[in-house]
């Protein structure tokens, strides 16, 4: 089955075979693929063919220092406008192709194949990217949207439990934030089932990359509604600076229920709509409780970018399905959470 969603007029996500997609998708011009060492391994059928820069596994990767390395890579091999960028891989590699393939001599086109469910429900869709800075997630980073996206649910497969899993946290902030019959299917689901049914799992990523598009279609910059799709990451970018015991999506897990108790506490949403979202969260095998201090969740989140002058967006669920964008002044923010 080939579902495409239009991000804009001309980005498109692609959600069927990744090799007959390429085929089809690929300009007849010099393609370049950045990926990661991981991914090599497993596909490395797929990008074979192609001239290949190889990053390293993780969040480290994300940094100006490797940016420089492939840059340098790029003219090595004689990169020039006229080439196409291919970004294979999970939400690392998406985010450093994406960045590399806009700022490269100004700018080359690119697209993207999205090799982990993170990837393919949320950080290869809406064409941010960037990388970080001391800590800081994402400082340093462009709006471009490729050519196209393609995800193949079937190279999912071979994830690892704990990769799927922090998929399956954008999962949950997707359904909480823009899709009620979403949250139900995961009510009514498991973890396992998920990973067993091909058709179940491509409805999940359909109905979250349709979410996305939708919102970013509204909002391409983030300068209102597109902070929605932030439930949960105030929080998880601080626990990601201050340890790194958890990955991003395990972190996500946490910042949706953490923010979830705090929408309880002020009453912006219902005991059971509050009860259904820490049962999802905890149905899916999610660590739950702030694994850092809450002062050093504080001090890290003055820091986080989503800081506009002395306030901060914070996103509240109040319902399945439904989230409230709330602007909290910095020294208000104690209070508040
Ligand atoms: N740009 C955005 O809008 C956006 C949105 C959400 C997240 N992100 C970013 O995405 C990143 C996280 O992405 P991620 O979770 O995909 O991490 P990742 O890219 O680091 O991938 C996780 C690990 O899985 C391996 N891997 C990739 N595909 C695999 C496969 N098919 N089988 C087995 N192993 C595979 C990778 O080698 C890596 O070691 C974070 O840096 C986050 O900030 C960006
Ligand atoms: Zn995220």
């Known amino acids: 089955m080939l579902d495409t969603i239009e991000i804009t007029s001309k980005s498109r996500v692609y959600i069927g075979d990744a090799g007959a997609l390429l085929a089809e998708l690929l300009p007849e011009r010099r393609v370049i693929v950045i990926s990661d060492t991981g991914v090599d391994c497993l596909q490395h059928e797929l990008i074979a063919p192609y001239d290949t820069i190889l990053v390293g596994r993780g969040e480290s990767a994300k940094s100006l220092a490797m940016l420089d390395g492939v840059y340098r890579r ?3 091999l004689g990169a020039d406008r006229t080439t196409f960028i291919l970004g294979v891989g999970g939400g690392v590699v998406t985010d450093i192709a994406g960045f590399v393939a806009s700022t490269y001599m100004r700018g080359v086109e690119f697209g993207f194949v999205t090799t982990t469910l993170l990837g393919a429900v949320d950080a290869s869709v809406g064409g941010k990217n960037g990388v970080n800075i001391g800590g800081y997630k994402n400082m340093v980073g462009t709006f471009s949207q490729p050519q196209f996206v393609i995800c193949d649910v079937s190279l999912l497969h071979t994830l690892p439990d704990r990769e799927f899993r922090a998929g399956l946290a954008e999962v949950i902030k997707t359904a909480i934030l823009g899709d009620a019959e979403l949250f139900e299917m995961l009510e009514r689901g498991t973890f396992e089932a998920l990973r067993e049914d091909k058709s179940l799992l491509t409805d999940v990523v359909t109905r979250c990359v349709r979410v996305k598009a939708s919102v970013v279609a509204q909002d391409e910059r983030e300068a209102g509604c597109r902070r929605i799709l932030n439930l949960g990451h105030t929080v998880a970018h601080a626990i990601e600076k201050e340890s790194s015991n958890y990955s991003h999506g395990e972190a996500v897990a946490i910042g949706i229920y953490y923010m979830t108790r705090k929408a309880l506490e002020h009453n912006l949403i219902s005991d059971v709509d509050a ?15 702030l694994p850092i201090e809450r002062k050093a969740m504080l001090k890290a989140i003055g820091g986080d970018k989503k ?5 901060l967006h914070l996103i509240l669920p109040t319902a399945i399905g439904a989230v409230e964008d709330r602007e909290v002044a910095l020294d208000g923010l104690e209070n508040f959470l």
């Open 275 to 289: 009860k259904r979202i820490f049962a999802l969260i905890e149905r899916y095998g999610f660590d739950v409780e």
């Open 307 to 311: 800081r506009r002058g002395d306030a």
């Open 74 to 76: 790029l003219i090595e």
